[in-house]
């Protein structure tokens, strides 16, 4: 799909319609997702550059992801997609500058592409550029990072909670709920080391714009822009790095919980154990040979002899149940 913005009065207005023969001269932005052969060629043809395919965007090497071409400044990143969900992922996205125009392409949705675009549909600066668009495409995937990580934080001390400062039935062993909690640590670990990777990534992108703008007539307030940009990666990376610390912790005082509880039910059993010795001892010895047994004569007494068969069984059963060791 090919989106192209222009320039109108205050506002970047998205073409309702585009002419893959005609893109528009004015256009200051042109986003691709997942863009077809067409629309690859028509924009190589406005802009003067060569898109790069998916695979080229996947590369991991820094001189793949940030290079100059023909005038061009390349630039990849990996950014976030769907953090909000049960399985985030990761992707690539290149931004390109040509000129004074942005060209972005993508084969995914990060959140920063869509707030980005309705707050530039509302308002924008005057004679907006495509540099201006790529400092608020960055600034808005810094200040979604910042959320995920500010989100995780806090669910990581309501985990850290729960296990340290159970309340109620909570503070008895329970399978099901420590199977939860650590399925919950796994993916807040998983979460935040793509958030580390995508903070990396991000902080290669604005150094390279950066050194970029030497001997450029950019803004001064722009230039502060990167600047300021610059340190929240620095801080968020930072960031990132202690929460990787916190769940590590977490996720060994979770194991330690798991073998204390362990450990108790095994110290139950072994004191059980030792309780029923002396009688297991006693009938081993006698053998219940005994001339007077009077439960022999009774009509109901094999019946019986198999209710407390059955009940030896399920009662402990049900005990366990009941502890929460179950």
């Not at 192209?4 to 691709?32: C, G, N, Q, R, Y």
């Not at 610059?230 to 590590?248: E, F, G, M, P």
Request: proline content about 4%; overall charge negative; aromatic content about 8%.
């Amino acid at each position: 799909m090919l989106s192209v913005f222009t320039p109108s009065e205050v506002s970047l207005k998205k073409a309702a319609s585009v002419d893959l023969s005609a893109l528009p001269e004015a256009a200051v932005w042109i986003d691709l997702l997942k863009p077809t052969a067409e629309e690859d060629r028509a924009v190589e043809r406005l802009a003067g550059i060569a898109v790069p395919t998916r695979e080229d965007m996947q590369e991991i090497e820094i001189s793949s992801r940030l290079y100059v071409e023909n005038g061009a400044r390349y630039m990849t990143a990996t950014l976030m997609c769907s953090s909000d969900s049960e399985n985030p992922r990761t992707t690539a996205v290149t931004f390109i500058l040509a000129g004074h125009r942005l060209v972005t392409v993508r084969y995914d949705s990060p959140k920063p592409f869509l707030l980005v675009e309705n707050k530039l549909a509302r308002a924008c600066p005057h004679a907006v550029t495509g540099e201006m668009v790529l400092m608020e495409l960055l600034d808005a995937v810094i200040d979604r990072t910042a959320d995920i990580l500010e989100r995780t934080g806090g669910d990581m001390d309501a985990i850290s909670h729960e296990i340290f400062e159970p309340g109620g039935d909570a503070r008895t062993g329970h399978a099901k709920r420590y199977s939860d909690i650590l399925i919950a640590i796994g993916r807040k670990g998983d979460l935040t080391s793509k958030v580390r990777e995508s903070l990396v990534s991000v902080g290669r992108v604005v150094t390279f714009v950066t050194a970029a703008i030497d001997g450029v007539k950019w803004s001064k307030d722009m230039r502060e822009q990167l600047k300021t940009m610059q340190r929240d990666v620095v801080s968020l990376t930072d960031h990132a790095s202690y929460l990787s610390s916190k769940i590590t912790f977490v996720l060994d005082a979770m194991l330690g919980v798991v073998n204390l509880e362990q450990n108790n039910i095994i110290k139950l059993f072994s004191v059980m154990a030792v309780v029923l010795m002396p009688p297991t001892l006693i009938a081993s010895i006698y053998g219940m040979n005994f001339k007077i047994m009077p439960e022999l004569e009774w009509t109901h007494g094999y019946p019986m002899a198999l209710l407390m068969m059955v009940l030896a069984a399920v009662l402990p059963y049900f005990i366990f149940k009941w502890k929460k060791w179950l």
